[in-house]
């Protein structure tokens, strides 16, 4: 069943409607501890999720990444959770660690290496705008080395972790963001440039600040054209993340890793993380400050 976004409520519809598809074996996830880490002033929250060892992602130089083909092409009805307008589909992610975990994919087929519009921008706002009782974020992987592992365009969002245990760096800082204006934020590794939203922005003020979080990231990269990339959207800020690499093979981090919410599938990986320096190999992946 399709569920009307107007009425829609996460903890109520969603929550049960992923829940049933676990129960069946459609979705695959599982209640995982956290192990909580500071490194050099930044904090991590390494989860262990097996589910992610099954997860299909394509290659670099897959000829699909550029043609409408994968698991948004013509979703399941079972995992479809809303229709958003006439330009994106709201579903459930097959592999999870957060619960519950959402895709946001275009209707008609983009390239993944694609900025945000403001049709995409729009759709991500609304569905944020869904989350009451739990306080949600959006994450874009722009390309493979910003760790996408999908080539149609596709933005994921889910809840922000209890800030009982762990908080969004930007959340922490939220006193260091002026109301106008691009900021670095400390004790944190690589380059990055987040911008406050308005309590009640319009659709020009969120695509206005985005566009412009994106400029200054493809600007540390000194490149325009094929710059890998990470967008971090919340009910209060904008941020990008420019990425240099999606890492070491099967040791690698999307938008929420970058953010310190590091998904591992086994403890092998965990362990090479440590090995790799924590934030030190953020700073690889990223660009260091």
Known sequence: MVLDLTTLNIERDVV???????????????PSEAEYVVHEGFQLEFQLAPALLKKPILSRHAPDRSKPYGPFSNPDPNFVVAQIDDTHTLIFSKFCVPRPHLVLHTNVFALQTDDLTASDLSS????LGVFAAAPAMMIYNCGVDAGSSQGHKHMQVFPKPDIRKFQLFPDRCRAMLPKEGVVTLPDTPYKHYVVALPNEPSQDDIVGRHNKVVELAKAALGKDEGAAYNIV????????IPRRSKGNEGVGAN????????????????????????TRYLQTLGVPV
């Not at 938008?255 to 924590?278: K, Y």
């Open 124 to 127: 991500a706002w609304r569905t």
């Open 233 to 240: 959207m919340t009910k209060d800020w904008v941020m990008a």
């Open 16 to 30: 049960a409607k992923f829940d049933r598809l676990v129960d069946g074996g459609e979705i695959i996830w599982g």
């Open 255 to 278: 938008a929420a890793g970058m953010m310190g919410m590091i998904w591992v599938g086994s403890q092998e990986e965990r362990d090479c993380w440590t090995t790799f320096g924590l």
